[in-house]
């Protein structure tokens, strides 16, 4: 088979087709109409019906209550013993790779203590980005994107709490000096499910940010990338990438860090 740039595609084996829907039934998907199975996955009515019951026989799929199948106990168990030992710096440093790899930029795992956003871990693409940002810095969280979709996910009292009173800190003219702008800035963040910056803490660096969530649903760290705004200025299409690759990182990583 080829595909459309020419290349030859890899074929497709039994086991690309387990794992597609193993995949399906992960992310949610009904197993209970076979024809929507075979639409979903690319994967014919004979053969997911066939592969269901061979998953289900060795225990990566089970019966769910309601009907159809869930991930089952076995499929569980191999998750499991695949990331036991693996703490937050090897799986937030993992998923931190994959998005600096994926936009060019520096990635950071952030987390929020009392007003300030606590930069964690970092990662740094071939082409190093000239910033005050290190492991270890302490920003004030509502001047960051990580810190502000962080602040976002709070009530609005718990917010004004740790911020302080009015007029707050400002590192730039980009940043908010009364709870009426910070108010409104963070209302935009939530709605959209990331933060951005344009030159908002330092000149010159446009920084992107999006949650991470425990397994309670609350935030508890954030993903952000950082890089000169020259490279973003302008651009909806690298805009739009960036932002797919930090809320595709914050999302995998809640994902990891959920205990199963």
């Not at 074929?11 to 209970?32: D, F, H, I, K, Q």
């Not at 693996?86 to 998923?95: I, N």
């Not at 890089?227 to 999302?251: F, H, K, N, Q, Y």
Request: overall charge negative.
């Amino acid at each position: 088979m080829t595909t459309k740039d020419g290349h030859q595609a890899p074929p497709t084996t039994a086991l690309r087709r387990a794992l597609r829907l193993l995949g399906y039934v992960a992310a949610g998907g009904e197993t209970g109409n076979v024809t929507e199975v075979s639409r979903e996955t690319g994967v014919n009515r004979v053969t997911a019906m066939r592969l269901i019951a061979e998953l289900e026989a060795d225990g990566l799929l089970e019966p769910a209550p309601g009907g159809g199948h869930r991930i089952g106990v076995g499929f569980l168990t191999v998750a499991a013993a695949a990331f036991r030992g693996q703490g937050l710096p090897d799986l937030a440093g993992r998923v931190l790779r994959s998005v600096g790899a994926a936009t060019g930029m520096s990635a950071y795992l952030v987390v929020l203590d009392r007003a300030d956003a606590v930069y964690l871990m970092r990662e740094i693409p071939d082409r190093p980005l000239v910033s005050s940002i290190s492991i270890g810095s302490r920003v004030p969280a509502h001047l960051t994107t990580p810190g502000r979709i962080l602040l976002a996910d709070l009530p609005v009292d718990e917010v004004h709490a740790r911020v302080g009173p009015e007029p707050l800190a400002a590192a730039t003219v980009h940043n908010p000096t009364d709870y009426a702008e910070l108010d409104a800035l963070l209302e935009r963040d939530r709605t959209a499910g990331c933060a951005w910056s344009r030159s908002g803490y330092e000149p010159g660096i446009d920084s992107c940010a999006a949650l991470v969530r425990d397994r309670s649903g609350r935030g508890a760290y954030a993903i952000s990338v950082a890089g000169p705004a020259a490279d973003t200025a302008d651009r909806p299409d690298t805009t739009s990438l960036i932002e797919d690759a930090v809320r595709r990182g914050a999302d995998e990583l809640s994902t990891l860090l959920t205990p199963l």
